[in-house]
């Protein structure tokens, strides 16, 4: 139904006065049968004025009190509840039957054809010592305690008691067929029901304040340089030592490696940190087939001028090649359009110490130290 303006006795507080009462122009038939039902000493309704003074007579007196509902309720609290296996005498010692009575404040047969009801000053009562000695003290404890939990149930018992005061039914106007004599009367075709509904919702629970959000300390991430358990997302490249080449012996002298290749070999390495060699004595033994399968297997090596080029410490300690080759001149001579120009000593230097420069040792340098274990040619 649309909002419209109640009287003032309607009002949460207000003491009960006279009902505010419009009719129509022209009074409905049942109206007329209703009053003449209840009405002891017959009185003429034969017009509006009479239907209105006979109607707020009525409804005036004291005895018009309205029943709009019955609630059962518990005697107690439910921690002194008595226990019995027969429910029905477990009922009767546990529960008790609470009439909501009322009073008619409205009657509107004009714009809103309704009327309305407000609470008895005795039915509020008994709503509000329930609500405070046995509904509050279950509600509290159902729920865990905190810091504010009394101030909490406190207010909710003082917000009870303005509910339950400015609570008003409001329904059809046919609801005044219920009336009895001395204005008493009884809700029909199911009112009771929607009554019985809005008083129990007037019993709000207790609800306990929201838990707090815990903010989760998270640790710093560290730089993606460091190592730990924070960079577990980051993947994670399998790294391999790099092997020392000058500890890696081959089998042969290799003439075409380049000097970029083993440049890595002496970048973090200064003068200091070396350790040459010492000399070793020359020595020259046949040279194998494999290398010269070419039709020179036959082809024997001798000691000649090579000899002492390829007998240096560089290239004879085991640091480096197990056995250095050593061709005769004369072999040398006549396969020279053949065979590749083997490198001089100071070319093989540098493929054994390309990058020494880097740790303080130069290249223009190179004659000062390499001469002292060379042989003469």
């Known amino acids: 139904m649309p909002m419209t303006l109640l009287p003032a006795?309607?009002?949460?507080?207000?003491?009960?006065?006279?009902?505010?009462?419009?009719?129509?122009?022209?009074v409905d038939p049942w109206l007329t049968a209703t009053l003449k039902r209840i009405n002891r000493i017959k009185r003429p309704l034969n017009s509006v004025p009479q239907h209105f003074r006979c109607l707020t007579?009525?409804?005036?007196?004291?005895?018009?009190?309205?029943?709009?509902?019955?609630i059962m309720l518990p005697k107690a609290p439910d921690s002194e509840l008595r226990k019995d296996e027969n429910p029905l005498i477990e009922a009767l010692f546990n529960y008790q039957l609470v009439h909501i009575e009322a009073y008619v404040v409205h009657v509107d047969?004009?714009?809103?054809?309704?009327?309305a009801f407000k609470l008895t000053p005795e039915t509020i009562e008994s709503l509000v010592e329930y609500h405070k000695d046995i509904y509050s003290v279950d509600t509290s404890a159902s729920t865990w305690n905190w810091?504010?939990?009394?101030?909490?149930?406190?207010?909710?018992?003082?917000?009870?008691?303005?509910?339950?005061?400015?609570?008003?039914?409001?329904t059809n106007a046919i609801a005044l067929e219920g009336l009895e004599e001395d204005g008493a009367g009884e809700l029909l075709s199911g009112g009771s029901e929607e009554v019985k509904t809005a008083i129990m919702g007037l019993?709000?629970?207790?609800?306990?304040?929201p838990p707090r959000v815990v903010d989760v300390v998270r640790p710093t991430p560290l730089l993606p340089s460091s190592?730990?358990?924070?960079?577990?997302?980051?993947?994670?490249?399998?790294?391999?030592?790099?092997?020392?080449?000058?500890?890696?012996?081959?089998s042969s002298p290799s003439t075409t490696s380049s000097v970029d290749s083993n440049a890595g070999m002496w970048a973090h390495m200064s003068l200091s940190e070396m350790q040459l060699p010492s000399p070793a004595p020359s020595y020259s033994q046949p040279c194998t087939t494999s290398g010269y399968d070419t039709g020179y297997s036959t082809a024997a090596c001798t000691t000649s001028s090579y000899?002492?080029?390829?007998?240096?410490?560089?290239?004879?300690?085991?640091?480096?090649?197990?056995s250095p080759m050593t061709c005769s001149s004369s072999y040398a001579t006549s396969y020279a359009p053949i065979i590749p120009q083997l490198p001089l000593p100071s070319m093989l230097a540098q493929q054994c110490s390309s990058s020494v420069g880097f740790g303080g040792f130069g290249w223009d340098r190179y004659p000062d130290y390499a001469m002292q274990y060379?042989?003469?040619m």
Do not use: H
């Open 109 to 115: 047969m004009v714009s809103q054809n309704e009327v």
């Open 374 to 376: 060379a042989t003469t």
């Open 227 to 250: 190592t730990g358990v924070e960079n577990w997302w980051q993947p994670s490249l399998s790294q391999v030592a790099p092997a020392d080449s000058w500890k890696i012996v081959p």
């Open 147 to 170: 810091s504010e939990k009394e101030v909490q149930l406190k207010k909710l018992q003082e917000d009870f008691v303005q509910a339950a005061n400015k609570y008003v039914y409001r």
């Open 203 to 209: 019993f709000l629970p207790l609800l306990p304040p």
């Open 307 to 322: 000899d002492a080029a390829y007998s240096t410490a560089a290239y004879s300690a085991p640091m480096y090649y197990s």
């Open 57 to 70: 007579e009525t409804l005036s007196a004291p005895t018009a009190i309205w029943t709009l509902c019955s």
């Open 9 to 26: 006795s309607a009002a949460a507080f207000a003491p009960r006065s006279p009902p505010n009462i419009v009719l129509n122009t022209k």
